[in-house]
């Protein structure tokens, strides 16, 4: 008797809690649907100085983001593309947001003011360098959050390496995601065909 009295008390209240949920209009799960971001321009980065940069900001251009190492055997080539696409379509509607990352056998271990002179005055890189973020992991970056849930990658969705590459449309739309082993020229008909639209 017991038993079951303790039965009905545990489906009344299941039925009661499953009534509140479903009627009313500010249950959690509905705050996290209406908070999940629909597009990269609702983020909010830092530049390498500390500032906040609202990603907003880029409206209407296509974007290319990546994660970015000073001591990478991947490094030289791709900077070396990247300017050349910087360079190219910068005046078109087309920027390259590059974003450091130490989490890669700490292939990028200076502070942003050492990674902002290296790029520039090794790398010549005139494309925006931001705060030094995690890509993986619990600290990993929210706006590297949102990247992957929309554009998973070869065996998971973690990023494998440095400069691992995102297409960002001018909606601000994740289109395609790129191999770290990806040459930035070989993504030049991808950025054309966006910047057309």
Not at 74 to 80: D, E, F, G, S
Request: hydrophobic share 35%.
């Amino acid at each position: 008797m017991h038993r079951s009295r303790s039965l009905f008390s545990s489906l009344l209240f299941l039925g009661f809690a499953l009534f509140f949920f479903y009627t009313n209009p500010s249950t959690p799960l509905d705050k996290m649907a209406e908070e999940t971001p629909k597009s990269i321009y609702e983020f909010t980065v830092k530049d390498t100085r500390g500032n906040d940069v609202s990603l907003s900001t880029y409206k209407g251009k296509v974007l290319l983001i990546v994660n970015v190492a000073s001591k990478c055997g991947l490094t030289h080539q791709n900077y070396k593309e990247l300017n050349v696409l910087y360079e190219k379509y910068k005046d078109q509607g087309f920027e390259i947001l590059a974003f450091p990352c130490n989490q890669f056998l700490s292939q990028e271990p200076g502070s942003n003011e050492e990674i902002q002179e290296t790029v520039c005055t090794m790398f010549k890189a005139e494309f925006p360098i931001f705060d030094k973020v995690e890509v993986n992991g619990k600290n990993t970056a929210p706006v590297y959050k949102f990247l992957k849930s929309h554009k998973g990658g070869w065996l998971g969705d973690g990023i494998k390496w440095n400069f691992t590459k995102f297409l960002v449309d001018k909606d601000g739309n994740v289109v395609a995601r790129y191999a770290p082993t990806t040459a930035p020229l070989k993504i030049e008909n991808d950025i054309q065909k966006l910047l057309a639209n």
